[in-house]
């Protein structure tokens, strides 16, 4: 079982950026696709980014499209999200997650994606 612990949340102020990290366990990572979901109070986890095992294909949410990247470093076991011109809506605990379902072109839902990590917290301030 894939073991999964993000960092790099934190206060930022609307426009700033923030990179989270995503540190996996195993030998096994640079074969399995990864994920960013988001939950905002009150409400569920969100699809935010995906990456494909090599880092070649990547999906994104209308919401993040051209402000977030994910990218992967496969020899240090560890996923990232760049999120630039981050907004208030942005605020959220961000996971890093294994994507187990690629619905080929269908959006992503949070249940195709397991195991989670425990979350990085990002408030955006406007």
């Known amino acids: 079982q894939v073991q999964l612990v993000e960092s790099g949340g934190g206060l930022v102020q609307a426009g700033g950026s923030l990179r989270l990290s995503c540190a996996a366990s195993?030998?096994?990572?640079?074969?399995?696709?990864m994920g960013w979901l988001r939950q905002a109070p009150g409400k569920g986890r969100d699809f935010v980014a995906a990456?494909?095992?090599?880092?070649?294909?990547?999906t994104y949410a209308d919401s993040v499209k051209g402000r977030f990247t994910i990218s992967r470093d496969n020899a240090k076991n560890t996923v990232y999200l760049q999120m630039n011109s981050l907004k208030p809506e942005d605020t959220a605990v961000y996971y890093c997650?294994?994507?187990?379902?690629?619905?080929?072109?269908?959006?992503?839902?949070?249940?195709?994606?397991?195991?989670w990590g425990q979350g990085t917290q990002v408030t955006v301030s406007s």
């Open positions: 997650a294994v994507r187990r379902i690629n619905r080929m072109g269908g959006r992503p839902l949070s249940s195709d994606f397991d195991p």
């Open positions: 195993g030998s096994a990572f640079s074969i399995i696709p």
């Open positions: 990456i494909s095992a090599s880092g070649a294909s990547t």
